[in-house]
């Protein structure tokens, strides 16, 4: 049912900086709604990274960034640490769905 | 504390029917849309519906329209899903979620595992 689309794993050694990205369509991200990340611990819920886009929630590094162009948004995490190992999705509004669509999911591993 | 939790989850034969609840704690409950969200096994995750503020407003993911249906009672601080027509497919674990700024889920339950098996 994922209408976005994410690579299935990234990796990258502690301090340094990786990217996963999120591809959609006309119907979500390329009609102007908001990307939003989260993070996921095996065996934990998910967890807010980053909302409209950009933005923050209180508690979340400055070492996770988000951004947004055409039909795609990527995350970044910058300074890579052992605790960001975790999946992460991203997740958009759709018209088609009138209801969200999530990515397919990304695996981060720290080497 | 800001939090909700979920209930209702078990175990069901195919065609059989659940309902879940979700007591939110800690925040003005009556002012969010709420919805519901699954994870099977080792998969991704899926919406499964949403509800407006006064409860008057319902959308639903295709695979569950006409089997599930969400609820709210504002004075009691609780969302449900009532699951019926169940298939094996909707095993999962369902989360209860606030929809906060740009359509994105801020709080996030423990979740209730629903397993549908012969």
């Known amino acids: 049912q994922s209408v976005l689309t994410q690579p299935p794993s990234v990796s990258g050694a502690p301090g340094q900086r990786v990217t996963i990205s999120c591809t959609g369509s006309?119907?979500?991200?390329?009609?102007?709604?908001?990307v939003n990340w989260y993070q996921q611990v095996p065996g934990t819920a998910p967890k807010l990274l980053i909302h409209s886009n950009t933005n923050r929630p209180s508690g979340v590094p400055d070492r996770f960034s988000g951004s947004k162009s055409g039909t795609s948004a990527s995350l970044a995490i910058s300074g890579l640490q052992a605790e960001d190992e975790a999946d992460y999705y991203c997740q958009s509004y759709d018209t088609s769905l009138t209801g969200s669509a999530f990515g397919t999911g990304t695996m981060l591993t720290v080497l | 504390d800001v939090k909700v939790v979920e209930s209702g989850g078990g175990s069901v034969q195919p065609g059989g029917s659940l309902r879940l609840s979700c007591s939110a704690f800690?925040?003005?409950?009556?002012?969010?849309?709420m919805h519901w969200v699954r994870q099977a096994p080792g998969k991704g995750l899926d919406f499964v519906s949403s509800i407006n503020t006064d409860g008057r407003t319902k959308y639903y993911a295709d695979s569950v329209r006409g089997r599930f249906t969400i609820s709210r009672d504002n004075s009691k601080n609780t969302l449900y899903l009532q699951m019926s027509g169940l298939r094996t497919e909707d095993s999962a674990v369902y989360y209860c979620?606030?929809?906060?700024?740009?359509?994105?889920?801020?709080?996030w339950g423990q979740g209730t595992l629903v397993t549908v098996s012969s």
């Open positions: 006309s119907s979500n991200i390329g009609a102007g709604y908001d």
């Open positions: 979620v606030q929809q906060f700024d740009g359509y994105s889920y801020d709080k």
């Open positions: 800690g925040f003005a409950f009556n002012r969010y849309p």
